[in-house]
């Protein structure tokens, strides 16, 4: 059952995750860059919710790994879009973002790990 709930734990963590970055979105000032940035944010945020579920109906460990390294892609570049938005001054003050920042390095931090993990099981499977 632990194992269960941690899942479902990193799930809601990473629709959360989602839902504060499309927040961040909406507040945005309606300019280009803006306009640009806040589309691929929400593409790249909400990205690694999807591929997480899908991850956990992996049909291979390889698979499990593929769509993994996919989720940690995607939150690797919500980080840089996080960056360009508070260092191009588009949120005010830029310490709103600062949150957002350090939940994205720790599922980042997260997915690293398990990748780790699942990549020794991989070879222990193997050997």
Known sequence: MAKEQRKFDLEERLINFA???IAVVE????TLASMHLGNQ???CSTSPAHNYAEAQG???LSDFIHKMKIALKE???THVCLRILAQANLIKPESKLEPLLLECNELIAIF???IATAKKNQRRTTS
């Open 112 to 114: 690293v790990a398990s």
């Open 27 to 30: 507040a945005l000032p309606k």
């Open 58 to 60: 992996a049909e291979s």
């Open 41 to 43: 944010l929400v593409r």
């Open 75 to 77: 939150l690797r570049e």
């Open 19 to 21: 839902v504060r970055a």
